[in-house]
């Protein structure tokens, strides 16, 4: 019984968790509302230059929420040479992004993203918050999934592995 069920896990985690084969591939872009309500193609905020989007949801507590605030130092030393977007994966509106901001708290631009990027990117609750990785031809490097679980899943899966600067910066929350 405990091997079925394992089974099915793998199969069901597998069939509906989000697309890592997307790494090494051109990244996927998406619309999204920006801060001031204007909407916006990812491609557009990134424009050909190294980005990391973190995909994060609001009902995702206490996750989202102990992890978010640790992207402002990463976010304060790189962005001037990184493109950061923080992509909130709900319906809000502007005053409730900015409210989010000061919550949280958050110093990253967020943008509202919909169902083009869940869709593109296979999104689901139990997959966020997921970090893209995108260099600047715009090619997906790897992708982190939940940094702040012992469910972490890092693709390419040797990425794992080495010690990069974001993993030595970053501390497990």
Same mark, same amino acid.
């Given at each position: 019984?405990?091997?079925?069920?394992?089974?099915?896990?793998?199969?069901?985690?597998?069939?509906?968790?989000?697309?890592?084969? $997307? !790494?090494?591939?051109?990244? %996927?872009?998406?619309? #999204?509302?920006?801060?001031?309500? @204007? =909407?916006? *193609?990812?491609?557009?905020?990134i424009d050909h230059r190294p980005a990391?989007?973190?995909?994060?949801?609001?009902?995702?507590?206490?996750?989202?929420?102990?992890?978010?605030?640790?992207?402002?130092?990463?976010?304060?030393?790189?962005?001037?040479? $990184? !493109?950061?977007?923080?992509? %909130?994966?709900?319906? #809000?509106?502007?005053?409730?992004? @900015? =409210?989010? *901001?000061?919550?949280?708290?958050?110093?990253?631009?967020?943008?509202?993203?919909?169902?083009?990027?869940?869709?593109?990117?296979?999104?689901?609750?139990?997959?966020?918050?997921?970090?893209?990785?995108?260099?600047?031809?715009?090619?997906?490097?790897?992708?982190?999934?939940?940094?702040?679980?012992?469910?972490?899943?890092?693709?390419?899966?040797?990425?794992?592995?080495?010690?990069?600067?974001?993993?030595?910066?970053?501390?497990?929350?």
């Amino acid at each position: 019984m405990k091997k079925l069920l394992t089974a099915l896990f793998l199969i069901f985690s597998q069939t509906f968790a989000f697309d890592s084969s $997307v !790494v090494g591939k051109e990244f %996927l872009d998406f619309t #999204s509302i920006d801060e001031k309500g @204007k =909407e916006v *193609k990812a491609s557009q905020i990134i424009d050909h230059r190294p980005a990391v989007i973190v995909f994060f949801a609001l009902g995702d507590q206490p996750g989202t929420f102990k992890f978010m605030p640790h992207m402002n130092s990463l976010y304060e030393k790189y962005r001037d040479k $990184v !493109v950061f977007m923080a992509v %909130l994966l709900s319906r #809000s509106d502007p005053a409730e992004v @900015k =409210e989010l *901001k000061k919550m949280l708290p958050l110093k990253l631009p967020v943008y509202l993203g919909y169902s083009d990027a869940i869709i593109n990117y296979q999104i689901q609750k139990v997959d966020v918050p997921l970090i893209v990785f995108v260099d600047k031809t715009g090619l997906i490097t790897h992708i982190i999934a939940r940094p702040e679980s012992t469910e972490e899943e890092v693709y390419p899966p040797e990425k794992l592995e080495k010690k990069t600067q974001f993993r030595k910066e970053f501390p497990r929350v």
